[in-house]
């Protein structure tokens, strides 16, 4: 599969395939969870986390191993590189920050195999206060796919294995929070 996955990235990426070609719908990946924790201690919580805490490796996709801004990610404007362990990288930009509401961030400049497939990657988070101390979340990632033979191949193959990456991230998320273990914090 990764031999398969390999080869029509590298087909597809080089096949000059022009970008005017787009998906009917962007693929994306949306996971809604509840936490038992207050909307300011969840938010003050996860937008600055240790992304090695959260991202460890999932199915085709690396662990991360690093960033190169270790404290003070909650600032719109920011941007920090994200190293992952097998080597590769990608760019990571702090779009918005609405304290205990929402942050959106953009990913780009892929080392990994992704860069064969996505102009760059979309996160959104949502925030609720559901009252008595519990918080909705949304978190969505749109992946923004470089031409129409991409877009099936994202909606394919990559989309399922984000979407297990992305749930796994928010239940260990909800686990620190819940437990009042906040593990690994960038404070």
Same mark, same amino acid.
């Given at each position: 599969?990764?031999?398969?996955?390999?080869?029509?990235?590298?087909?597809?990426?080089?096949?000059?395939?022009?970008?005017?070609?787009?998906? #009917? !719908?962007?693929?994306?990946?949306?996971?809604?969870?509840?936490?038992?924790?207050?909307?300011?201690?969840?938010?003050?919580?996860?937008?600055?986390?240790?992304?090695?805490?959260?991202?460890?490796?999932? #199915?085709?996709?690396?662990?991360?191993?690093?960033?190169?801004?270790? &404290?003070?990610?909650?600032?719109?404007?920011?941007?920090?590189?994200?190293?992952?362990?097998?080597?590769?990288?990608?760019?990571?930009?702090?779009?918005?920050?609405?304290?205990?509401?929402?942050?959106?961030?953009?990913?780009?400049?892929?080392?990994? #195999?992704?860069?064969?497939?996505?102009?760059?990657?979309?996160?959104?988070?949502?925030?609720?206060?559901?009252?008595?101390?519990?918080?909705?979340?949304?978190?969505?990632?749109?992946?923004?796919?470089?031409?129409?033979? &991409?877009?099936?191949?994202? !909606?394919?193959?990559?989309?399922?294995?984000?979407?297990?990456?992305?749930?796994?991230?928010?239940?260990?998320?909800?686990?620190?929070?819940?437990?009042?273990?906040?593990? !690994?914090? !960038?404070?």
């Amino acid at each position: 599969m990764k031999e398969l996955l390999t080869t029509l990235a590298v087909t597809i990426g080089f096949t000059g395939v022009a970008y005017s070609q787009k998906c #009917k !719908n962007i693929p994306q990946v949306k996971v809604i969870m509840t936490i038992h924790s207050p909307i300011d201690t969840t938010f003050n919580y996860i937008v600055p986390v240790d992304l090695t805490h959260i991202f460890k490796r999932y #199915k085709t996709f690396p662990a991360v191993v690093n960033t190169s801004i270790k &404290a003070g990610w909650i600032k719109s404007g920011l941007k920090r590189t994200v190293y992952f362990e097998d080597g590769t990288t990608a760019e990571e930009h702090l779009v918005t920050v609405v304290p205990n509401t929402s942050f959106s961030y953009e990913i780009e400049n892929f080392t990994t #195999k992704l860069r064969f497939f996505a102009k760059k990657v979309e996160g959104d988070w949502l925030f609720t206060d559901l009252g008595n101390g519990q918080t909705k979340i949304e978190w969505t990632y749109k992946v923004v796919p470089k031409n129409i033979f &991409a877009c099936a191949i994202i !909606n394919g193959f990559i989309i399922k294995d984000l979407n297990g990456l992305l749930n796994f991230a928010l239940t260990i998320l909800k686990d620190d929070l819940e437990s009042g273990q906040f593990k !690994n914090a !960038n404070h």
